[in-house]
């Protein structure tokens, strides 16, 4: 029986470079944000209590910035850079996978599903590095050192919920790490084609969503 997405499958797969490793993929993205998390965790010295709010800042900015981002540009035709985008997102992740067939194959599909490589070096230019100077001038050190390792390791989440959700339901990663089956069968329902311009935008815990209205559960309790 052939899926509705396998013609789609078959041609991504064809234009992937044959020198790609998504093992490597995963590596580069993994390697650059640990190190900088390290980095940046390694510049705090006695943290004061208010201090913490700057990483949970971070979070609920990270939050309504995947809801947004992942809305607006992912699923609203705009010209512009922005079109590059909904082309990769809309365009390939949305046609790869739908509700009734969220599984990778092999780890070249990989390609699809975890951001360019190079998207978490512009992450850390335009929004990690800047956040990190101007508050450790303006607030502390240590608050400029939370805001990197907050918005780097609020990315890693991102990438490793998304990953997880394209995961056989019930993979021991979901059975090991609290919430990821849940998002799992949230994300799942955003694949399908018919409802992904309308709910549950968010990837990493769905607060955007459940404060907006557009947080959706499945039919069966879960
Ligand atoms: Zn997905
Ligand atoms: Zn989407």
Known sequence: MTHPTEDFRARYRAGISPRYS?????LWVASVGIATMIYAASQLSAVAAPEWLVLLFTLLLGNVGEY????????????GPAKLFYQRHTGDHHSF???NNMLWTTSRDWRVVLFPG????????????????????????NAG???????????????????SDHLPDGHWLHRLVPGLGTMAALHRIHHDRSRMTAV???????LTDWLLGTLAWPDKTL
Do not use: D, M, R
Request: glycine fraction near 12%; hydrophobic fraction near 55%.
């Open 22 to 26: 998504g093992p490597l993929h995963a």
């Open 68 to 79: 947004s981002i992942h809305k607006k540009l992912g699923h609203q035709k705009l010209g």
């Open 97 to 99: 996978f739908t509700e």
């Open 118 to 141: 190079w998207l978490i070096l512009v992450v850390i230019a335009i929004i990690g590095l800047p956040g990190y100077f101007a508050l450790g001038a303006l607030v502390s050190a």
């Open 145 to 163: 050192a939370l805001w990197l390792t907050g918005i780097v390791g609020t990315y890693l989440l991102y990438e490793l919920v998304h990953f």
């Open 200 to 206: 549950n935008f968010n990837l990493t815990f769905p």
